[in-house]
């Protein structure tokens, strides 16, 4: 069983199409979080919810909107894409009791 | 602002070596440091952890040793295999007082050579 499973794996749209990405966790965790890991590797934290609850929303355009139905999901929704937004987007989960993060296996997004 | 600075960016190390990862950081209000190991194509997994009322934490042939007055921690890769091989992320987390953020460093590539 993934524990924390993101779909799609693989994304290629054109500028200017909206999409989603969907993400779903069965350890029972009650924070999820969104990471973008750009062309260096780099991870920087976007979007955190707590028990479906926005705690985290760093400096993001707004057309990258969080959605969180229940703690087990957490989606991405991203209108207008831009070239820029080219990235891994990687879903990760946490418990209040344990720090520690379980990543999913991330979501290529290609912008062309 | 980068909050915490990862070094070195790449190293290569002889099979049966020692890799060394150093971090450093900034906010005091960082309560737990994590290291994470990520490997081509797949997420970032947790290795281990440290919490700073403690100076060294050993799991297996991984050690990280912590100094809270400098502010520094690195990762000890003992006798080190090319299965290590991948892309190490140190992190630290910001309490209470920080919103609760994981922040992590730029991340160092490691190649051991067989």
């Known amino acids: 069983d993934t524990a924390v499973s993101q779909t799609p794996k693989y994304l290629v749209t054109q500028m200017g199409n909206d999409k989603s990405i969907k993400c779903e966790q069965n350890?029972?965790?009650?924070?999820m979080y969104w990471y973008k890991q750009d062309s260096k590797k780099f991870l920087k934290i976007m979007f955190s919810?707590?028990?479906?609850?926005?705690?985290i929303n760093e400096t993001v355009p707004n057309r990258f909107s969080p959605k969180s139905p229940d703690k087990a999901h957490l989606n991405l929704h991203i209108n207008s894409l831009e070239l820029g937004d080219s990235a891994v987007y990687f879903c990760a989960s946490s418990s209040t009791a344990n720090y520690g993060y379980t990543f999913g296996s991330g979501t290529r997004l290609t912008v062309v | 602002q980068q909050q915490v600075k990862q070094s070195p960016q790449s190293l290569i190390v002889q099979k049966g070596g020692i890799s060394i990862i150093n971090c450093a950081y900034e906010n005091t209000a960082f309560d737990y440091f994590p290291w994470y190991q990520q490997f081509p194509g797949k997420g970032p997994a947790l290795l281990i952890a440290i919490r700073p009322d403690v100076s060294e934490k050993k799991e297996g042939r991984f050690t990280i040793s912590f100094n809270k007055s400098a502010k520094q921690f690195s990762l000890h890769i003992m006798d080190s295999q090319p299965g290590d091989s991948a892309t190490y992320f140190c992190?630290?987390?910001?309490?209470?007082?920080?919103?609760?953020?994981?922040?992590f460093g730029a991340g160092t590539r490691l190649f051991v050579k067989a």
């Open positions: 919810y707590n028990n479906k609850e926005l705690i």
């Open positions: 992190a630290a987390r910001a309490g209470n007082t920080g919103g609760f953020k994981t922040i």
């Open positions: 350890l029972g965790h009650d924070t």
